[in-house]
C-alpha cells in the first residue's frame, strides 16, 4: 500500500493511516481499538458511507440492498466472499436502501442489488443484479485498472 493510505474506520469514523510496512490485514483503529479489515462487508449508515468515500483514499464498493429483496440476500454471502478475498485494497460496505432511502435517491438507485465502487470520492463504476464473488471481483478488477 502506499504511504499516503487512509482507511476510515467503519466502527467509530475515525482517519487511520496505514503504514506501508505493516500488514493491513493487522491495522486497528488509533481511537476504538478494532480492526480496520475484518474480511466482511460493514453495514453502515449514510453518514458513515458519506464519510468513507470523502476521507478515505482506498476504493470503496458499496452494496445497496434491501432485507426484503430475494436477489439481495442470494447475493450476501456471495458479497461476503468477495471481501474476504478482497480487502483490505478495497473497503467493502452495506447500504441499506430502506434505511437510507434519502442515499439511495441521491445515487440513483433504481433496482437493487446494486453495486457501486467508488474511488478519490467518485463513481467509476456501477452494477444492477445478483452476481457470484466471482463475477464481482471480476467486475472490481476490471474497474480498477
Same mark, same amino acid.
Given at each position: 500500500?502506499?504511504? *499516503? ?5 467503519t466502527?467509530?469514523? !475515525? %482517519?487511520?493511516? &496505514?503504514?506501508? *510496512? @505493516? ?6 483503529c #488509533?481511537?476504538?481499538?478494532q480492526? &480496520? ?8 449508515t449514510g453518514?458513515?458511507? *458519506? @464519510? ?7 476504493? $470503496? $464498493? $458499496?452494496?445497496v440492498?434491501?432485507?426484503?429483496c #430475494? ?6 454471502p456471495?458479497?461476503?466472499k468477495?471481501?474476504a478475498a478482497?480487502?483490505? /485494497? $478495497? /473497503?467493502?460496505?452495506k447500504?441499506?436502501?430502506d434505511?437510507e432511502?434519502? +442515499?439511495? #435517491?441521491?445515487l440513483?438507485? /433504481?433496482? %437493487?442489488?446494486t453495486? &457501486? ?5 467518485k463513481? %467509476?463504476? /456501477? +452494477? !444492477? ?5 466471482r *463475477? %464481482? ?6 474497474? &480498477? @485498472?
Amino acid at each position: 500500500m502506499p504511504a *499516503d493510505t487512509r482507511a476510515v474506520c467503519t466502527a467509530c469514523g !475515525s %482517519i487511520n493511516r &496505514l503504514p506501508e *510496512d @505493516r500488514p493491513a490485514t493487522e491495522a486497528k483503529c #488509533g481511537s476504538c481499538g478494532q480492526l &480496520l479489515f475484518s474480511g466482511h462487508p460493514a453495514d453502515v449508515t449514510g453518514d458513515m458511507f *458519506d @464519510r468513507q468515500i470523502a476521507k478515505g483514499t482506498l476504493p $470503496v $464498493v $458499496v452494496d445497496v440492498w434491501a432485507p426484503w429483496c #430475494g436477489p439481495c440476500r442470494a447475493m450476501a454471502p456471495e458479497y461476503e466472499k468477495a471481501a474476504a478475498a478482497t480487502e483490505p /485494497r $478495497v /473497503r467493502f460496505l452495506k447500504l441499506n436502501s430502506d434505511n437510507e432511502q434519502g +442515499v439511495a #435517491g441521491r445515487l440513483g438507485i /433504481r433496482g %437493487i442489488p446494486t453495486m &457501486l465502487l467508488y474511488r478519490d470520492g467518485k463513481e %467509476i463504476a /456501477r +452494477v !444492477s443484479g445478483a452476481r457470484s464473488a466471482r *463475477d %464481482i471481483t471480476s467486475w472490481l478488477e476490471t474497474a &480498477l @485498472r
